[in-house]
């Protein structure tokens, strides 16, 4: 079992920026594809970025420009970075990972990930 630990949310108020982190301990970073999604209370879980080893980035089309993705190989740590806050961004987010050994599959949907953080909670208001 992987560990993905998250951190950095909070709250924030609208037009804030906040970083999320995510340290995946057993993964080597080239070999990893990583995700962040997001939780709504009431809604499904939806893919907000993907990052892959190769460093090629997807992101969820409604975010693009506000959030990005990236990775330091050294630290075994995936970032979010989220700009320009809106009250519909609250949400718990995830940290997600799949080993490339696993096979391709489409980078933001929830079954393409076998290992799962805890998530951390994100509230703008």
Known sequence: HVQLVESGGG?????????LNCAFDAYTP??????WFRQAPGKEREGVASLASDGSTIY????????????????????LQMTSLKAEDTAMY?????????GAR?????????????GTQVTVS
């Open 11 to 19: 709250s924030v108020q609208a037009g804030g920026s906040l970083r």
């Open 94 to 102: 995830y940290c997600a990972a799949r080993a490339n050994f696993m």
């Open 60 to 79: 969820a089309n409604s975010l693009k420009g506000r959030f990005t993705i990236s990775k330091d190989n050294a630290k075994k740590t995936v970032y």
């Open 30 to 35: 080239t070999s990893v594809r990583m995700a």
């Open 106 to 118: 489409p980078p933001l949907t929830f079954g393409t990930y076998s290992d799962w953080g805890q």
